[in-house]
Structure formats: structure tokens, C-alpha cells
């Protein structure tokens, strides 16, 4: 009997802290949702919460830009060993443009004398960081340009030395080593706009939206000295 009450007691604890857990992660997430909206709006930011079953996150439109941070479930992903929840957060705008073709910023990439092969790897690694812009990397080849600080955390790629030179401006060397969240970002500024994109975690607190705002303005501000 002492036993069967021993096994209540435990299952009622569970429970209790089961519940309990829930609580506090909720209040944890409405508080941290609550603070990245009050933010976004002392700003003069639109927001648009996005709440939807597959997608959850912020949209927030600035002037000139958009920036989504949102984290998506799929739906149709079956092995429970697995983890279906996917990252991406993407700051646009279509007020930032390269007239010289593409130029791609992204994190440091080894270099590795591996001739053909060495080649081939590059241009899986750029078509990774292009995404569904993997076309656009026809004609891209590493430049170098900036500070010596700037070559040592990422690598610059551009059909044209004078597009990278007219888009890595001193504000933007700035907001590039600036960047302190652990993912660093992959820029794309194309003839149709510009992208700042991660995708390891939500980058959905003020400082880090504040970096990606920074960068994002940086672009823009490119673009108004041209």
C-alpha cells in the first residue's frame, strides 16, 4: 500500500512540474516576444507577429527594409530522431543594389590549393550561401578589398572589383566587425536589392535585430554616397 502511494506522489510531482515548466516557458517566450515588439515600435519599426502552424516570429518593416525572424516546423518530417525545426532570418531590401553584378560577403572560407577540385568545392560552398540565388554565382571570384581585420573574418566575393569597392564602404567594414552574435552573417547585394541572412538561431532580441538594422543601414548608406 505504502508503495502504490509512493508511485502517486511521483506521478503527482511529474505532472506538477510538467505544468509548471509549461508555465514559466510560456511567460519566458511572451516576455522576450513582448520586449522585441516595444523595441521594434520606440524605433518607429512596424511590427507583424507571425503566428501561424508551421511559422512563428516577427516581421518588422523599416524604412526602406524588412526583417523577418522566424523559425519553421516541418510538418511532413516524420523520424522523431530528427529535428525538424529550421532558422532564417532575412533582412531585405530592394534600395540597395550593386550596378557591377553580385557581390557576396560571407564567413572566412579556408584556402585550399586543390586546383579543379579546389574550385569545385568553392563553387558548392557559394551556391550554399547563395541559396535559390545560386545562378547569380556565375562570374563571382574572390576579391580583395578593405581592412586586413575584415579579410580575417570574412571572405568577399564579386563579378567586379569596382561593385565590391562601391558596396564595402567604411560604414560597412564598420557593422561587419562590429558583428557580435556567434553566426557571422552572408550578405548579398545583387542589381534587384540586398539580403543579410543567418539561419543557425532566431536573432530575435533587440541587440541582434539592432545589429542587422546597423549593417542593413550601412548598405543603404552605400548606396546614397554612389
Known sequence: ???IWISLVIVLL???GTILIFVITGRNKKKKE????LYATQQGWAVEKINTPNQHGFRLRGTDWVYETLSSTD????DSTSNPTSHRNLWSS???VSKHG??????????????????????????????DN???AAGLHEVKTGRISLAQRYTIWAVSEEGASEVITPE?????????????PVVKIAPMGAEIITRQSRMDTPETVQQVVDLGNALLGAQAIR
Open 75 to 78: 510538418a511532413a518530417a516524420s
Open 14 to 16: 511529474v505532472g506538477i
Open 34 to 37: 513582448d520586449t522585441l515588439a
Open 94 to 96: 530592394d534600395h540597395a
Open 134 to 136: 545560386a545562378a547569380d
Open 1 to 3: 500500500m505504502a508503495d
Open 172 to 184: 560597412v567594414e564598420n557593422a561587419l566587425l562590429k558583428w557580435q552574435h556567434k553566426e557571422l
Open 102 to 131: 553580385m557581390v557576396l560577403i560571407g564567413p572566412k572560407l579556408p584556402s585550399v590549393q586543390l586546383g579543379n577540385f579546389g574550385d569545385l568545392l568553392l563553387r558548392k560552398a557559394l551556391e550554399t550561401l547563395l541559396g
